[in-house]
């Protein structure tokens, strides 16, 4: 199975959804990012390395990648981290509409707020959210690695 989570630079929301995602998905899933505008390579935040840094993840080496149909065509299950990313998506691939979702879908359609450009703390609150919806969309997801 494999997963993709899209944000809009791919250098803070879904890179750290990526690194997080490993903690609630086996290595039989495989988990990639992308940002609908990213600016390829560019590295990703330092707040967000430093978040995952403090849950023992290392998101250091990522660089941004730009979505492409080829990444949404490969990709079992697609998680976005606002509804208008989602709704972009799904006009953008309407042929691959059924697996696009908000990453907050199972917990009360909330979306993952942006941190670029806030405190240490703001991207800290950024991984509790993603954590918690993290955890139920592996719980939905039991079974179908």
């Known amino acids: 199975m494999r997963l993709l989570f899209v944000c809009t630079g791919n250098t803070c929301r879904s890179p750290m959804a990526q690194g997080l995602a490993k903690l609630y998905f086996s290595n039989k899933v495989e988990v990639v990012s992308a940002g609908i505008n990213a ?3 560019e ?4 707040n967000a ?3 995952l840094w403090e849950k023992g993840i290392d998101i250091s080496e990522h660089r941004a990648v730009r979505c492409s149909k080829e990444l949404i065509e490969g990709a079992d299950f697609i998680f976005t981290m606002t509804k208008a990313q989602e709704s972009y998506l ?3 691939y ?5 697996k696009i979702r908000c990453l907050g879908y199972l917990s009360g359609d909330k979306e993952v707020p942006d941190p670029w450009g ?3 703390e703001t991207y800290r609150r950024c991984a509790i959210e993603m954590e918690k919806m993290l955890g139920k ?7 179908t690695e």
């Not at 309407?94 to 059924?98: L, R, T």
């Not at 969309?137 to 079974?143: K, P, S, V």
């Open 39 to 41: 600016f390829e390579t």
């Open 43 to 46: 590295p990703v935040s330092s």
């Open 49 to 51: 390395q430093k978040v």
């Open 90 to 92: 799904s006009c953008t």
């Open 94 to 98: 309407p042929q691959y509409k059924d």
């Open 118 to 120: 806030g405190s240490i």
């Open 137 to 143: 969309i592996a719980q939905e997801l039991q079974g």
